[in-house]
């Protein structure tokens, strides 16, 4: 598998939250039971890379592609996480994180059987293109995108987020064959929650993953509606409030 980790670094996010996730995808990549899970796939090693991103054009590389077949490894990629120090950027686009996440997989120096696109993020898409357009770029390209959606309101720009995150990732976002998402809904759930994405994404096949999967006990689903659902809600709300940010 070659798996792209795209991880939401925009200023809605606290550094206090900047810094949980920083953790706990640190501590995910090398547990002892993503490693085994790597260990018992197909080919005993996947290779990954990680970016984070904000707004359209706000990407910064966190390790390139590497294979990840030992213990070692792992802990090699888990230092690096640790030692990057992301610094909060303005808007969230969903859109250009799927673009660069495809143009990295265009660009691996490695062919993998399956190809999985990792979205993280605590708001709706509102800069660059549409977030569908991206997604079918993706899927042409047979690209799985698998959503963390961040169902948390702690940071400075809770007023761009949407109560039903998950919903819109489960609509506008992911995609593919055996695409699912893990909602978080605390912050106390984020290391369980990667650490149980990553389990699924590497060791699972397609037709034995639920869409929705739950870092809580008890289940929460999507709630059901006859009504389409609109995948342009986040670029409504910021022509709505960009009065509070924009440049005098």
Known sequence: MALVLAVDVSRSMSPRELAIQREGYAAALNHPDVVRAIAQGAYGRIAITMFEWAGSGSIREVFDWTLVETADDADRLSALVLQ????????????????????????????????????????????????????????????VINGLPLMTSDGPGGGFNIGDLDTYYSECVIGGPGSFLVPVRSWEQFPEAIRRKLILEIGSLPDELPAVVHAQALPQPLRPSTEPYDCLIGEKIWEQRRWMFDEP
Do not use: C, W, Y
Request: charged fraction near 25%.
């Open 84 to 143: 990057s120090m992301p610094l909060a950027q303005r808007r969230t686009s969903i859109s250009g994180a799927i673009k660069h996440a495809v143009k990295r997989l265009d660009e691996a120096p490695f062919d993998g059987f399956r190809k999985v696109i990792d979205v993280s993020g605590d708001g709706p898409n509102n800069h660059g293109g549409p977030v569908l357009s991206a997604r079918e770029e993706a899927l042409a390209s047979r690209i």
